[in-house]
């Protein structure tokens, strides 16, 4: 349910803060007030494109708080954190960027327009040619439905996406079947080159390069290693020598004054480090080998990794991955034949149950009673020659099963049945509208429907009809209704009235009516002044 619409430097509004509550909820004020503003920035929200015409001053911001009773698994699914009983949802709309956020969560277009099918459904007079489009029927047939056969519609679609899948596997089978013999014997010769080279280790590249830096270098390290260590403990001149007649002088030093004891100490630490240093630098000048034949060896290797190297990738690591792709290449031409066999007889078992799903499919649809309850809602708005039919005819396998859907309708005796969207009263197709969303309405999980002048171009018993259906409607569901029809604006549980104010700048202001403001208001929509007797008519609207 929508609880609460913040708007704040929007189009005309400074700042507004208006609270829906449970039923119906009506707006009202004079033609050209802005009380579509309200609606337009709720279907903002929602909407992927915005126009930067709507920001005031800096930047828009748009809020709506929402109940989330139902919603904690979405928000889990979307990494947003649930902030308790209710969602917030808000638009920043600024002219260099257009930032919407759930509870705080920067979100993208496809999580606000998934939030948007489960809470809302806005019909305006735009929206409402464009959910007539023959191409949506299907779903509101399947969702009128869904406890008939809902489950087997769930089960098709899953064995249809598995058609597809197989349908796309068997096409990368013939590709591969397609490829000629010297493609073929070409993928062998890399394999084997790569194999031939038995890479073991991805590192092995880099190992090898710096032991030939040390076998290539082999005699001038040996020579830096013993000129070092000589340095050090060569002969009498040596620096452990020197360091030794230190050592003497500290020992005769701390015997005269214990307080220099801890710098004998470090010295000596220093010298035995020096020793070991010494004794490292030999050791390492006698392991160090001019050995020629392994320095062949190396670079015969180096050779050969440089080739696959040049061919195959920049590093070992790529030589194996490129192997591994190969591989898997090969072993798919290899097992392409065998595979487009299997594959066919799969398909072939696959199409014939997915057939038999979409026969019942059709079958249910065929038979759906929902032409004859929009009859009965239709006539009790005023419609009572009214036919209405849920046309289902053959189609293409797709997602759906193989059926069209549209609905078609007749409302004058001597009129055949014709396409829905190509009914030219507005006031009839608002009924038709009103009548779909009523039997509709109690078959999805949507809490709040939005109608935008909905009820325009109808007058007299028509208007009685869609107040009372709309009263109707509001048990069920939370209704926010734009209207200029006074029965249907004393059928309210809360009445907005917007008004428009003209100084140095043009301010648009909304206030939620008392008892008798609203009465006022709905005299004034019933005579265009209020008046004695226009207020004793609204009195009686409200009575009934």
């Known amino acids: 349910m929508l609880k609460r619409l913040y708007l704040k430097n929007y189009i005309l509004i400074d700042e507004l803060d208006v609270e829906f509550d449970d039923g119906l909820n009506v707006i009202t004020g004079e033609t050209g007030a802005g009380k579509s503003i309200m609606i337009n920035a709720i279907d903002i929200v929602f909407s992927p494109r915005v126009?930067?015409?709507?920001?005031?001053?800096?930047?828009?911001?748009?809020?709506l708080t929402i109940s989330s009773e139902t919603l904690s698994e979405f928000l889990r699914e979307n990494d947003i954190d649930d902030i308790g009983e209710e969602i917030v949802i808000s638009k920043e709309i600024s002219q260099s960027a257009v930032k919407t956020r759930i509870n705080g969560t920067l979100v993208t277009q496809d999580v606000v327009a998934a939030l948007r099918e489960k809470i809302l459904d806005i019909h305006s007079q735009h929206?409402?040619?464009?959910?007539?489009?023959?191409?949506?029927?299907?779903?509101?047939?399947?969702?009128?439905?869904?406890?008939?056969?809902?489950?087997?519609?769930?089960e098709y679609r899953k064995l249809y996406e598995e058609y597809k899948m197989l349908c796309s596997e068997l096409e990368r089978a013939k590709d591969a079947a397609n490829?000629?013999?010297?493609?073929?014997?070409?993928?062998?010769?890399?394999?084997?080159?790569?194999?031939?080279?038995?890479?073991?280790?991805?590192?092995?590249?880099?190992?090898?390069?710096?032991?030939?830096?040390?076998?290539?270098?082999?005699?001038?390290?040996?020579e830096l290693a013993y000129s070092s260590h000589w340095a050090l403990s060569g002969d009498d001149n040596s620096i452990m020598e020197t360091l030794s007649k230190i050592r003497s002088n500290l020992s005769k030093a701390v015997s005269m004054d214990k307080n220099i004891t801890d710098i004998e100490e470090s010295f000596i630490n220093a010298v035995d480090m020096m020793q070991e240093v010494?004794?490292?630098?030999?050791?390492?000048?006698?392991?160090?080998?001019?050995d020629t034949q392994r320095l062949d060896e190396i670079q015969e290797r180096l050779f050969v990794l440089d080739k696959l190297r040049r061919?195959?990738?920049?590093?070992?690591?790529?030589?194996?991955?490129?192997?591994?792709?190969l591989k898997t290449e090969f072993e798919q031409i290899e097992f392409s034949s065998k595979n487009i066999e299997e594959l066919e007889i799969k398909i072939s078992k696959n199409l014939k149950e997915l057939n038999s799903k979409a026969d019942k499919l059709s079958q249910y649809r065929r038979n759906s009673d929902l032409g004859e309850k929009i009859v009965q809602e239709l006539t009790l708005l005023d419609l009572p020659k009214v036919r209405f039919e849920v046309s289902v005819e053959d189609a293409p396998l797709s997602k759906d099963g193989k059926d069209k859907v549209e609905f078609l309708i007749s409302t004058n005796v001597s009129e055949d049945l014709k396409s829905l969207s190509k009914v030219a009263s507005g006031g009839e197709i608002s009924r038709v509208m009103l009548a779909i969303k009523s039997i509709l309405a109690n078959s999805d999980d949507i809490d709040t429907v939005i109608f935008d002048?909905?009820?325009?171009?109808?007058?007299?018993?028509?208007?009685?009809?869609?107040?009372?259906?709309?009263?109707?409607?509001?048990?069920?569901?939370?209704?926010?209704v734009i209207t200029h029809q006074p029965i249907i604006a004393s059928k309210s549980d809360r009445h907005f009235h917007v008004k428009k104010s003209q100084s140095e700048q043009t301010q648009i202001e909304v206030n939620v009516l008392t008892l008798e403001e609203k009465i006022n208001a709905i005299a004034e929509l019933a005579s265009g002044e209020v008046t004695e007797q226009s207020l004793t008519f609204a009195r009686s609207l409200i009575k009934s």
């Open 453 to 480: 002048e909905i009820d325009t171009g109808i007058s007299g018993k028509a208007s009685q009809s869609v107040a009372d259906e709309l009263e109707k409607l509001s048990k069920s569901h939370q209704i926010i």
């Open 51 to 63: 126009s930067k015409e709507v920001i005031k001053k800096d930047r828009a911001t748009i809020e």
């Open 278 to 290: 010494s004794s490292d630098l030999e050791r390492y000048a006698l392991r160090v080998e001019n």
């Open 311 to 325: 061919k195959y990738g920049s590093t070992l690591f790529d030589v194996l991955t490129t192997y591994e792709n």
């Open 179 to 222: 490829v000629t013999e010297n493609q073929i014997e070409f993928l062998k010769f890399q394999i084997n080159e790569i194999e031939q080279a038995n890479i073991e280790d991805e590192n092995e590249y880099d190992n090898l390069r710096e032991e030939l830096s040390v076998l290539e270098n082999a005699e001038r390290l040996k």
């Open 127 to 154: 929206q409402t040619y464009q959910l007539l489009m023959p191409k949506s029927h299907i779903k509101f047939l399947d969702n009128y439905s869904h406890d008939i056969y809902g489950e087997l519609l769930c």
